[in-house]
């Protein structure tokens, strides 16, 4: 059981930073693409 509560947190954990990477890399690319435009 301890380590089905480890194995969730560290999920939860993976989860949370592949969603942060995600926003990121799109708010990258967001603002990349503006300033494509007004170049």
Known sequence: M???VAYS???QA???V???LATASVTF???HASL???A
Do not use: E, G, N, R
Request: with cysteine.
């Open 29 to 31: 690319a967001l603002c």
């Open 36 to 38: 494509l435009m007004l």
């Open 9 to 11: 947190i560290f999920h």
């Open 14 to 16: 993976m989860a949370i």
């Open 2 to 4: 301890k380590t089905f």
């Open 18 to 20: 592949f969603a942060v």
